[in-house]
């Protein structure tokens, strides 16, 4: 299977560079090309979201306002909102939130507050780029990072446009750019409600009239 | 199964290094951030009490923090015991314009022709079937045109049914699943270097019961890993590109 998909790869390659069409620039991770809304705002525009156990925490995160440049200090809005769900009973309805949101202090610093960090304090507030102490161990993070994600989005966009595979495994079209990120530990035993199930989503909000 | 895409993952990464990027592993910094900042309970905005965080030095985590170059370092410089953060105070509830969301990877933008209902909508929404017509559609055009080429490459498509009911279960509702009692990686949550854009575009496209195809045939298709490294440790992704 791996000779197979070796030789698979090598046939996509090809058609690649036959193909090999001009990259859209408003790519966006995981979750790229996004709707005209989103698309235009970029600090509410999610990229990807990440969520894992590591023995008894849940790590989830969340990127938004992709393809930023090197030595960028980060996209903050204190218009937006940020919500990680957690529905821990199967009815899709969200059981835990952590809500996210910005904020600058006179000196026009950014900074951010996490609420509802399953098993943390209820409140955490602190500068943007730095590691924060969210009570129990857990930790809280808000800040720029290298994009996580590595896709050929560049491939992608040529197959939707063209009908042919088009993928260069080789392509990574998101190196050399981060992204803005939240990442929150949550306490594991905080977030289930008895179940070993859970589900997880991530959201970006507005107050009306001001999206 | 999983784990098998790590092997495999392995295998396959060949001269992906690209440019720009010379990794700073960054080990972050533990004891950083152990006190300062933030207790609970407080409703209202940031708490001077306590030194409110550790001085710049000490955030490791962040490693080359842009601000650090600049200006006197964010924050933590010129505010010293007087951080003083202002918050938009408004409910959640109040925050209605819902501008994006995002479970599994991909799901939106490949499937979904009205992203901005999508974007609005919600797992339950998804759950009650709202979405369904299109990603059938979706799916159905994607194999019109993709079909031939699977077929050449040796692979074997799904017809539209079976990519359905491979792809239903993972896609909708558009939430991350994770069973904690199984090990953590894609599609059991998601760990930053999972390989997740193949393993879903295998759902989506090849009929994972045909004889040498699984969920990790198309591993490779796409660069298996990240320009950058990831680290186990908080907050487990790179610093950024400088």
């Known amino acids: ?63 938004f306002a992709g393809l930023d440049v090197p030595g960028s200090d980060g996209t903050y809005d204190d218009g937006v909102l940020y919500g990680i769900h957690v529905d821990n009973n199967g009815d899709n309805e969200p059981d835990r939130t952590v809500w996210a949101r910005f904020g600058q202090d006179a000196d026009g610093n950014w900074g951010v507050k996490f609420e509802g960090i399953p098993g943390g304090d209820p409140e955490v507030i602190g500068p943007v780029n730095t590691e924060l102490d969210a009570g129990l161990n857990l930790r809280a993070f808000a800040g720029v990072r290298e994009d996580p994600f590595f896709f050929d989005f560049d491939g992608f966009m040529a197959t939707t446009q063209t009908g042919t595979l088009a993928f260069d495994g080789t392509r990574d079209s998101f190196s050399g750019t981060n992204v803005t990120m939240l990442i929150v530990e949550m306490s594991v035993d905080g977030i289930a409600g008895g179940g070993d199930q859970i589900h997880l989503w991530t959201t970006s909000a507005r107050k009306e009239g001001e999206e | 199964m999983k784990r098998t895409t790590k092997t495999l993952i392995s295998l396959l990464t060949t001269g992906l290094l690209l440019g720009g990027c010379f990794s700073d592993e960054t080990p972050p910094v533990e004891g950083a951030d152990t006190d300062g900042e933030t207790d609970a309970g407080e409703t209202d905005d940031v708490d001077p009490p306590d030194p409110p965080l550790p001085p710049p030095g000490t955030t490791g985590t962040t490693g080359p923090d842009p601000d650090s170059s600049g200006d006197a370092s964010e924050t933590d410089g010129e505010t010293d015991g ?17 501008i994006d969301r995002t479970g ?26 709202v979405f369904v017509d299109d990603i059938v559609a979706n799916l159905t055009g994607l194999h019109e045109a993709l079909d031939d080429d699977l077929i050449a490459a040796g692979l074997v498509p799904c017809d539209v049914a079976t990519c359905v009911a491979q792809a239903g279960p993972l896609v909708i509702p558009d939430t991350l699943s994770i069973d904690l009692t199984m090990d953590a990686g894609f599609p059991n949550g998601r760990l930053p270097e999972d390989t997740v854009m193949d393993v879903t575009l295998a759902v989506v496209l090849l009929d994972l019961g045909a004889a040498g195809q699984g969920v990790t045939t198309l591993v490779g298709l796409n660069p298996t890993e990240n320009d950058v490294e990831f680290s186990d440790q908080f907050p487990y992704f790179a610093p950024a590109h400088q």
Do not use: C
């Open chain 2, 104 to 129: 599994m990877p991909a799901v939106a933008s490949a499937t979904i022709t009205d992203r901005e209902a999508y974007n609005a909508a919600s797992p339950a929404d998804d759950a009650a079937g």
């Open chain 2, 82 to 98: 007087e951080t003083e953060f202002e918050f938009d105070e408004a409910p959640p509830e109040d925050y209605t314009v819902q």
């Open chain 1, 1 to 63: 299977m791996r000779t197979k998909t070796k030789a698979w790869v090598a046939t996509v390659a090809l058609g690649a560079t036959a193909l090999s069409m001009g990259a859209n620039p408003d790519a966006r991770a995981a979750d790229h090309i996004d709707s005209p809304t989103a698309t235009a705002d970029s600090a509410a525009d999610i990229g990807d979201f990440f969520a894992w156990r590591q023995d008894d925490r849940l790590i989830a995160a969340v990127t």
